[in-house]
């Protein structure tokens, strides 16, 4: 690498993208606009409709799950996951040190302490090896994170918990239609926590569903969802005399019906939309393989990925370099998120030195433009960049 390079366009060399290709679009057609105009029309555009029942209803049969409830946030989801089992104040939660801050927040809210763990330095996982040594006699769950939508050692995850006897919620965010050793990921933890955000494969704008196969857990979410009430059973039963009843404390966590329609016209494309996003993985991959300093992320044994995002890891000490290099060519390369203990509200929590997997995972990681609405000479201008800036 010559960060000289006079072709450069950080350098004054003439771009390979005169517009910028960003990092992410979402994938709306004519059915989606379609969809949210339909249920806009019909006046129902409040929480939990017909189309959110559906939307529900159509994501249980595609995970193979028993219960999906539809939410306006995964993070809303994961704060719902540990409410409902109401663990004692001060029970400490493992977290990946390397993950979003909705995954450790969730618990917090629930007046919890985390314990941040390490996780592998070439894929962002939880290090299972590590794992056993953050529990305690107060630990009694664990966060499991799928980073990038490749999924985690779930079954070695699980076993741990079966061991010590601790709840798994498994955050899905960005895994929607990766597959774990045959099965759906969303069926292998406790709970499982998906987000539909603006950015995510299947997008509802902002959104996210809890999903389980635990009726308990299911039943009390309903009604904790909805402000404590049980209005759930009310719009589906209706055997009260028009009035519904407050039952429990909650918040307001339902998702409007226009996004629940919205929900229903990206599922039925979700596996197209996924399939587009693997075609253009595996091209970068075929084009940008054998480079020197360039490394792809491991995928988990056993694992399908559904591609959310394209890492790559490149040299530490250019890093930023890189990014700003791919820039100027045109490419919108980001550098995703910090490992929790770098960040203000999390610092006290520990240094570097106790997660060297995390670190050295950050400190080489950039993501690349992949969304199955990339056109073929943008991708190649992805990897023409990438190539004249490892040249």
């Known amino acids: 690498m010559n960060i000289k390079n006079k072709t450069l366009a950080i350098n004054g060399g003439t771009p390979v993208s005169k517009e910028p290709i960003l990092i992410h679009k979402p994938y709306l057609d004519e059915e989606d606009f379609a969809a949210v105009d339909r249920a806009m029309r019909s006046t129902f555009i409040s929480g939990d409709g017909p189309e959110c029942r559906e939307f529900e209803k159509m994501l249980a049969e595609y995970l193979g799950v028993k219960h999906v409830l539809f939410v306006n946030s995964a993070t809303s989801a994961l704060e719902l996951a540990f409410r409902v089992k109401n663990f004692p104040a001060n029970s400490e939660v493992i977290v990946p040190d390397f993950t979003y801050t909705s995954t450790a927040i969730a618990a917090l809210y629930n007046n919890l302490k985390i314990v941040l763990a390490d ?81 995510k494969n299947l997008t509802t704008g902002e959104g996210g569903a809890l999903v389980t196969n635990d009726d308990t857990i299911a039943e009390r979410v309903k009604i904790l969802r909805e402000k404590g009430t049980d209005k759930y059973s009310f719009l589906t039963d209706n055997k009260t005399r028009g009035y519904y009843e407050y039952v429990d404390i909650g918040n307001s966590y339902v998702q409007s019906n226009i996004n629940g329609a919205l929900g229903v016209s990206q599922l039925k494309k979700l596996d197209w939309m996924n399939t587009e996003r693997r075609k253009i993985a595996e091209y970068y991959i075929k084009e940008l393989s054998g480079i020197n300093g360039l490394d792809m992320l491991r995928i988990t044994k056993g694992a399908e990925h559904n591609w959310h995002l394209f ?19 045109g490419i919108m390369a980001n550098v995703h998120y910090t490992p929790l203990h770098r960040n203000r509200y999390y610092n006290h929590l520990g240094t570097d030195e106790m997660f060297p997997g995390s670190i050295q995972f950050f400190s080489r990681l950039l993501r690349l433009p992949i969304y199955p609405s990339l056109n073929k000479k943008e991708i190649n201008n992805i990897i023409m960049a990438v190539k004249k800036i490892f040249k």
């Open 119 to 199: 996780v592998y330095p070439d894929n962002g996982s939880l290090d299972v090896n590590k794992l056993e040594s953050y529990i305690s006699p107060n630990t009694v769950a664990i966060a499991a994170v799928d980073y990038a939508g490749i999924p985690a050692e779930m079954d070695n995850i699980m076993a741990i918990a079966a061991k010590h006897n601790l709840y798994v919620v498994h955050d899905t965010a960005q895994s929607i239609g990766s597959v774990y050793k045959g099965k759906k990921t969303g069926t292998q933890g406790h709970v499982s926590t998906f987000s539909f955000h603006g950015t």
């Open 311 to 329: 890492g790559v890891l490149v040299p530490k000490d250019e890093k930023y370099w890189i990014m700003d290099a791919l820039r100027a060519e």
